[in-house]
């Protein structure tokens, strides 16, 4: 199914938007790796194993996978033919132990794992700082290596609000094999699992000539949330003075015209 649906998706895909491709050569031919991408569409998951000879496996929301009824399904199928792996949230420690126990089975059975350090898409375009759970623990319990890999101006062909994709060339740089074998045997060291991470990430940044950020992405997208809410919070309380204040003026204005007519028919009625 998966070689179905890289030929239906991928082909189409190749010939519409022609990705550029740097470092194919450092993809091995066979045997198990890790793909850590930046990420900065949802289409990325779509270039990579698009230009890949091997096929890729990513994680995806298992909401994706039991939706009811027929679109339901037919987004199941299509997830799965894409190479999706679906990551159930719930539970004590949610998606972060779920992404782990597929990433090792996956890469147990000789495949490539494609994985986002930064643990959702950035919202402005900026690369942020990479978490330290899934990439390492994945990486480190089985001794696969690690493949930095940079997706390229794919955030410019289908921005937030716009309906349809603009055609242009995303491009896809992948950079040299990292061996963290030393380190095996360590997964459950915080200290290894934030320095495998941190180097990980270097690497992706030199590759995508990305600003850094040091933070985490979700932490950003909460004060983007929180700074727009914000922003409308006071908008609304703006229009709400000026309603009041436009209403006083009214009020004032139709109480000294009132006062005029009172004025007015005083005189007229007067001796």
Known sequence: MYGTMKVAIGGPLKLAFRPWVEGLENIPAEGPAVLASNHLSFSDSFFLPAVLDRKVTFIAKA??????????RLTAAFFKGVGQL????????????????????????????????????????????????????????????VIPVAMIDTEKIQPPGQVMPKLMRPG?????????????????????LRAVTDEV????????GQEYVDMYATAMKRQLTEAAKA????????????????????????????QADRERTERQSGP
């Not at 090792?104 to 759970?133: A, H, M, N, Q, W």
């Not at 990430?201 to 995508?208: D, F, H, N, V």
């Open 172 to 192: 896809i740089r992948i950079g040299r094999p990292l061996d963290f074998t030393r380190y095996q045997g360590m997964e459950h060291d915080r200290f290894v």
């Open 63 to 72: 909401e994706y996978f039991t939706t009811p009824g027929v679109k339901g």
């Open 86 to 145: 679906p990551v159930d949230r719930s539970g004590a420690r949610g998606a972060g132990e779920a992404a782990i126990r597929s990433g090792i089975e996956v890469l147990e059975r000789g495949e490539l794992f494609g994985i986002y350090p930064e643990g959702t898409r950035s919202p402005d375009g900026r690369l942020y700082r990479g978490k330290p759970g899934g990439l390492a623990r994945v990486a480190l319990a089985t001794g696969a290596p």
């Open 231 to 258: 922003e409308k919070e006071a908008e609304k309380a703006a229009r709400a003075a000026r309603a009041r204040t436009e209403k006083e003026q009214a009020d004032k204005l139709k109480a000294a015209m009132e």
């Open 201 to 208: 990430m270097y690497e992706i940044m030199k590759l995508s």
